[in-house]
């Protein structure tokens, strides 16, 4: 799928212009401010009134958030309610939910617990089941590992992996953690400011980056490297 315009205005001022292509996994990278959560919100069809939106896209799907289009937000601690059962928090059949567990890797009798009852990791793949409950063509993932460690970090993005060569949607990755990026993504997008800067495949921009912005990212990303899978 090809965006082939995503503009988004606050008044007369412009807050994003971008264009990018996701081809299988894209990651959208930048320092805080530079874009990536008005993106995500756009594509949502989340965006505040007050801003306007031109959005170009060329896909065989529609843009449909809960159906075409699934989210998986960055803290899978806030991300459900903590006073509900698991099972109670999907809107799809209890044969589907053991589906999707099962995808997941998590064992049904967590469907009977509430979330506080669960840790990091077992919480973000009920996120990421709830998230593909639906079968979407384009999974949204706004840092989805920054609020869990290391190891499970690891987990989850090898998870991530198998999962989208299992079901085949697309995946947009927002995150400012290259590293992360590096490890789920194919292509890589840089933007600063609201406008890309740099854009290619993962290995060629990683590896060889010929603005100086991305050079900066990476050197201060791979300088506090946690892990690599």
């Not at 805080?32 to 896209?57: F, I, N, Q, Y």
């Not at 809107?91 to 099962?102: A, N, P």
């Amino acid at each position: 799928m090809e965006i082939k315009k995503l503009t988004i205005a606050l008044q007369s001022e412009i807050l994003l212009d971008i264009s990018f292509s996701i081809n299988s996994s894209l990651a959208l990278v930048g320092q805080s401010g530079s874009g990536k959560s008005l993106t995500l919100k756009a594509l949502l069809g989340m965006l505040p009134r007050d801003m306007s939106l031109d959005l170009e896209c060329s896909a065989d799907f529609e843009l449909v958030a809960g159906k075409s289009v699934a989210f998986i937000p960055q803290n899978p601690f806030t991300a459900l309610s903590p006073l509900t059962k698991v099972y109670k928090q999907f809107f799809v059949s209890q044969e589907r939910i053991k589906e999707l567990f099962d995808s997941v890797a998590l064992s049904h009798n967590l469907l009977e617990r509430f979330p506080p009852e669960l840790s990091g990791g077992q919480l973000q793949r009920v996120v990421i089941a709830m998230a593909l409950s639906n079968k979407p063509k384009l999974l949204l993932l706004d840092e989805p590992t920054t609020a869990l460690d290391p190891e499970t970090r690891v987990m989850i993005i090898n998870l991530l992996k198998v999962l989208q060569k299992e079901e085949g949607f697309k995946m947009l990755f927002v995150t400012h953690d290259i590293s992360s990026a590096e490890n789920l993504c194919q292509d890589i997008c840089v933007i600063k400011e609201g406008k890309v800067v740099e854009s290619g495949v993962m290995d060629e921009v990683i590896h060889s980056p010929k603005e100086e912005y991305t050079k900066i990212l990476i050197a201060a990303n791979f300088a506090n490297r946690e892990f690599r899978v």
